[in-house]
C-alpha cells in the first residue's frame, strides 16, 4: 500500500514558524521521484509551493521563496518543508505529493503527481 504520513501543521501568529514532515511509505521512490509540497486555502485552487528533483535541486513558487526550505531525506524516506516568517497569505491545507516517475526537471502541476498526503492544516493569525 502506498501511502504518506504529514505532521507538524498546527496554529501560529505571523512571523512565526513551523516544520512540517511527511513519511512516505510502501512503493514511494523517495529517492529518485519528484516530491513537492502543495497547498490549498478555502476557495482557491491547489498550487505548488516547494518542488524536489532526484538529485536535490529545488525550486519554489515565487509567494515563498526565501522563507521556504523543502529537504528530504532519502534514508528516512521523509520529506521536510522549513517555513519562517509565516503570514496570513500562508493559511492552508499543505499537501505532500511525488511523482511516480523519474524526471529531469521537476514537473509543477499537480496532474503529474502521483501519491498525495492526507494533508495538515497551516493557520497563521495576524
Known amino acids: 500500500q502506498v501511502q504518506f504520513v504529514e505532521s507538524g501543521g498546527g496554529s501560529v501568529q505571523a512571523g512565526g514558524s513551523l516544520r512540517l514532515s511527511c513519511k512516505a511509505s510502501?512503493?514511494?521512490?523517495?529517492?529518485?521521484?519528484?516530491l513537492a509540497w502543495f497547498r490549498q486555502a478555502p476557495g482557491k485552487e491547489r498550487e505548488g509551493v516547494a518542488f524536489?528533483?532526484?538529485?536535490?535541486?529545488?525550486m519554489y513558487a515565487n509567494s515563498v521563496k526565501g522563507r521556504f526550505t523543502i529537504s528530504k531525506d532519502n534514508a528516512k524516506n521523509t520529506l521536510y518543508l522549513q517555513m519562517n516568517s509565516l503570514n496570513p497569505e500562508d493559511d492552508a491545507m499543505y499537501y505532500c505529493?511525488?511523482?511516480?516517475?523519474?524526471?529531469?526537471?521537476?514537473?509543477?502541476?499537480?496532474?503529474?503527481?502521483?501519491?498525495w498526503g492526507q494533508g495538515t492544516q497551516v493557520t497563521v493569525s495576524s
Open positions: 524536489i528533483d532526484r538529485y536535490e535541486k529545488t
Open positions: 505529493a511525488s511523482t511516480r516517475s523519474t524526471f529531469v526537471s521537476c514537473p509543477r502541476g499537480k496532474s503529474a503527481f502521483n501519491y
Open positions: 510502501g512503493e514511494i521512490p523517495v529517492s529518485s521521484a519528484c
